[in-house]
């Protein structure tokens, strides 16, 4: 999977639009990061790249590139 697409995911998650997305990008910062979005994003992991992160794991990334770097 291409950081693009990886992007476009993560968009998608917090419900903005791929502009709004930058690596560095806090987590914290999107209003929609929340459980939610921590729930979208194990469900992601567990479809795309057949990994089940805990919870408590996908709260320590602090930046999108955080998110980005374990989405293999």
């Given at each position: 999977?291409?950081?693009e697409e990886k992007m476009e995911i993560i968009a998608d998650i917090l419900e903005v639009d791929l502009e709004d997305v930058?690596?560095?990008s806090v987590l914290e910062d999107y209003?929609?990061?929340d459980s939610v979005?921590?729930?979208s994003?194990?469900?992601v992991m567990?479809?795309?790249f057949n990994k089940f992160p805990h919870a408590s794991e996908i709260r320590e990334?602090?930046?999108v590139?955080?998110?980005m770097d374990n989405m293999k």
């Amino acid at each position: 999977m291409t950081s693009e697409e990886k992007m476009e995911i993560i968009a998608d998650i917090l419900e903005v639009d791929l502009e709004d997305v930058k690596e560095e990008s806090v987590l914290e910062d999107y209003e929609t990061w929340d459980s939610v979005a921590v729930l979208s994003v194990i469900s992601v992991m567990n479809e795309e790249f057949n990994k089940f992160p805990h919870a408590s794991e996908i709260r320590e990334y602090k930046t999108v590139k955080d998110l980005m770097d374990n989405m293999k």
